[in-house]
T-cell receptor
Framework: GENVEQHPSTLSVQEGDSAVIKCTYS??????FPWYKQELGKGPQLIID?????GEKKDQRIAVTLNKTAKHFSLHITETQPEDSAVYFC???????????FGKGTRLHILP | GAGVSQSPRYKVTKRGQDVALRCDPI?????LYWYRQALGQGPEFLTY????????KSGLPNDRFSAERPEGSISTLTIQRTEQRDSAMYRC???????????FGPGTRLTVL
């Protein structure tokens, strides 16, 4: 089955700097890669996703890149702000209406 | 509109008791998923439904765990003869048939004493 590895487990960046979180996956059939943000006491919330037919996707300060050959994908947050502090999960899924396999999460701290 | 709701939000039970956790998906969402999230970990898939049909239950840890969605809306995850290792946050998510996006509920924190 699919296995998603995520690193780093903890990341601290100065406010205004960029943050990068990297993930790898094992199942070459996976074709949907969402990223979730989880704030304390809340459920995961989708922030951006990418499909296997696209190499990069941007949404304001957030971007995701995908390298299908190498089976890795990354989340980039630019101009970080205090409200970006949270746990971020990468995930992979094979097809629509299928289970999502999550990474173990990255705790992002934005330092003032 | 209303998001995914789960009840109870917190459940404390004694080892050996049965518990039933409820999930009310977003109205009109066809697919419903159950995950378990241990502290400091990502959600771990348990099972999912399309309408009332259970499509995949490969993530259920053992036969003490079961789930149903008899009318294709509300779902119940039941854990029989609970054990301390069952303590975790149980999360439900739902999605439409046309989208990959899963919307998560607030979860039920289960503590087995």
């Amino acid at each position: 089955g699919e296995n998603v590895e995520q690193h780093p487990s903890t990341l601290s960046v100065q406010e205004g700097d960029s943050a990068v979180i990297k993930c790898t996956y094992s199942d070459s059939a996976s074709n949907y890669f969402p990223w979730y943000k989880q704030e304390l006491g809340k459920g995961p919330q989708l922030i951006i996703d990418i499909r296997s037919n696209v190499g990069e996707k941007k949404d304001q300060r957030i971007a995701v890149t995908l390298n299908k050959t190498a089976k890795h994908f990354s989340l980039h947050i630019t101009e970080t702000q205090p409200e970006d502090s949270a746990v971020y999960f990468c995930a992979a899924s094979r097809v629509r209406d299928d289970k999502i396999i999550f990474g173990k999460g990255t705790r992002l701290h934005i330092l003032p | 509109g209303a998001g995914v709701s789960q009840s109870p939000r917190y459940k404390v039970t004694k080892r050996g008791q049965d518990v039933a956790l409820r999930c009310d998906p977003i109205s009109g969402h066809v697919s419903l998923y159950w995950y378990r999230q241990a502290l400091g970990q990502g959600p771990e898939f348990l099972t999912y439904f399309n309408y009332e049909a259970q499509q995949d239950k490969s993530g259920l840890p053992n036969d003490r765990f079961s789930a149903e969605r008899p009318e294709g809306s509300i779902s119940t995850l039941t854990i029989q003869r609970t054990e301390q290792r069952d303590s975790a946050m149980y999360r439900c998510a739902s999605s439409t048939r046309d989208s990959d996006t899963q919307y998560f509920g607030p979860g039920t924190r289960l503590t087995v004493l």
